[in-house]
């Protein structure tokens, strides 16, 4: 008697897509203002600047004195980088995952 027995599978866990923006506006911070101004304002005090005057009567605070930028971009995480944001990669959450073994 002869048998043969085979098996193949695939299993991924915490596979990174790239769609993860790490400079992102906490949608919690969003959701007050919305829920302060409405969504449309909140929308347009976003893009607006920091001294602004519709920025200083929502009580947009500095997030340090000689800022100069967007409110959107001045309650971001990473702040002084801009336009460009760093995006997590399969390499950057291989890097930062704790390993076990």
Sequence with gaps: MVA????????GHHLTT????????????????VKKLGFDSAYALMNAQI?????????????????????????RPFRSTGASTPRATAATAAATRPTTR
């Design 4 to 11: 043969e027995i085979g098996y193949n599978a695939t299993m």
């Design 18 to 33: 790239n769609q993860v923006d790490l400079n992102q506006l906490d949608p919690k911070i969003f959701e007050s203002y």
């Design 51 to 75: 001294t602004s005057a519709s920025a200083q009567a929502a009580g947009v605070p500095y997030p340090y004195p000689s800022f100069r930028g967007t409110v959107g971009q001045a309650l």
